[in-house]
């Protein structure tokens, strides 16, 4: 049986041809132009074979809403991002990191993405084709990668390896290396072609990491189909832990001054005291790039992102998760601040997993597990699934995935620590989700 699609603050995602229809492609299309206010909307995609014939759907059905549309082609979603400040809107055609066979949409509202409220008003509002005019489409250019280089600056690390997985940022990615200066050697450069999968944090990188050691290169950085996530890989071909990269963006940040951060509540304790030992404060958001955003839009933070996706978020740049910009910040590290980050990094180990849950049950087990965790917790936060703090060093995150049949579990503590942790909370869920099942 075909599951239904999921809709989330991530977007539109599905199976193309079985749950992500075209006839759904253009309501959810014809919805969103409800919440466009500029009548403007710029338009991208990622390199999924579905992607062309999806994003003609996206077009037209904005178009017939009044809506001109301006057409990036294959394009990163951080360059959407930035160009639909100057738009007021975009839409991006892409499933981010899912198989080749799902594909999506996610929506773009004033340089970042839908807020809860914002989405379920969009949900709930009636299509309105024009009765007065028709859109017009466009082709758009854009000045991101010479913005990144721009605000990153002139590259520190001698040579790295870029492997876009055939994805949006093929192009893009050598482009932006050669302007910092950098040399590079290059893999998956060709779009839509690929020797990995789309989802780089899951895949070995066996090629970027031979890469890297055979051609002693600095770092490897992995880009997913879209360009919002970055695995990198050190000069030993070992792939970073995400939190970890995420830290190596901070502490850039903190070179520049930056002093306020937010981070999801499901990111290392590591960025957290590094941001506290150099005289910063940090906030924490629930789970998801629009929440980050929408925590950093209230506190004023300067950066942060999601541990769990490597995702730095530099909101007066971006307010997306920005692999590039990512990638290029990194680049700009001395090897001391690098090796000094990730020795201390080392300390924490995460582990992130998920069990395979039906989405309609999601509800009942989030809510049982306050009762089963309280016993060996230190604190308790339910703002987000159920987050169990166990000591300063040490927690559990359990939640429902927006974006799969799954509940995702997360578990960080000492590395020494970590996997007994985890075994022990992750055996709770299921068996609170096998006894939700037989009743």
């Known amino acids: 049986m075909v599951s239904d699609l999921k809709v989330s603050i991530s977007g ?38 579905s992607g062309r014939i999806i994003s003609q759907v996206v077009s037209a059905s904005l178009m017939s809403a009044g809506v001109d549309v301006y057409n990036l082609g294959v394009a990163p979603t951080p360059m959407a ?24 949409l996610k929506f773009i509202v004033d340089g970042r993405g839908l807020f809860e409220k ?45 492997d876009a997985g055939g994805g949006a940022a093929c192009g893009y990615a050598e482009q932006m290396f050669k302007k910092m200066g950098l040399k590079f050697q290059s893999i998956n450069g060709v779009a ?16 970027l990491r031979s890469l890297v050691t055979a051609n002693k290169l600095d770092f490897g950085f992995a880009l997913d189909l ?16 995400p939190d970890a990269t995420l830290l190596l963006c901070v502490a850039r940040a903190v070179q520049l001054g930056f002093r306020n951060f937010v981070t999801s509540i499901d990111s290392s304790v590591a960025i957290a005291k590094y941001v506290k030992q150099h005289g910063g ?36 740049f971006n307010m997306c998760r920005d692999g590039l910009l990512a990638a290029a910040t990194i680049a700009t590290l001395d090897g001391k601040v690098i090796s000094d980050c990730l020795a201390f990094a080392s300390q924490f180990r995460q582990i992130r997993s998920k069990i395979p849950a039906d989405s309609s049950m999601h509800a009942a087990v989030i809510a049982r597990l306050p009762e089963i965790f309280r016993a060996e917790s230190s604190e308790l936060l339910t703002e ?56």
């Not at 970055?230 to 070992?238: D, M």
Request: a neutral charge; aromatic letters at 6%.
């Open 192 to 207: 839509g072609v690929s020797s990995r999968g789309p989802d780089p944090t899951a895949d070995p990188l066996a090629d």
């Open 226 to 241: 879209d360009s919002d996530r970055l695995v990198v890989v050190n000069s030993n071909g070992e792939k970073l832990e």
């Open 81 to 104: 991002f930035r160009e639909a400040r100057k738009y007021g809107a975009g839409i991006i055609v892409t499933a981010s990191h899912n198989p080749l066979e799902w594909n999506g």
């Open 118 to 162: 914002e989405l379920e008003s969009m949900l709930v509002s009636r299509i309105s084709p024009s009765n007065s005019r028709f859109g017009s489409e466009y082709e758009a250019k854009s000045n991101y990668i010479d913005e990144v280089v721009e605000l990153a600056g002139k590259g520190s690390t001698p040579a790295v390896g870029v």
């Open 12 to 49: 539109v995602r599905g199976i193309y041809g079985q749950n992500l229809t075209l006839q759904e492609v253009s309501r959810f299309s014809g919805l969103f132009a409800n919440v466009i206010k500029s009548g403007r909307c710029v338009l991208a995609r990622d390199t999924r074979p």
């Open 384 to 439: 987000d699934g159920v987050k169990a703090v166990i000591d300063e060093d040490s927690w559990v995150l359990v939640r429902p995935s927006n974006t799969e049949h799954a509940i995702r579990v997360s578990a960080e503590s000492r590395s020494d620590r970590v996997e007994s942790l985890y075994k022990r909370m992750a055996d709770k869920v299921r068996q609170v989700y096998d006894e939700q099942k037989a009743r």
């Open 281 to 316: 404060r940090i906030s924490h958001s629930k789970v998801g790039e629009a929440n980050v955003v929408s925590k950093m839009l209230e506190v004023g933070a300067e950066a942060g992102g999601e541990g769990s996706s490597a995702g730095f978020i530099m909101p007066k």
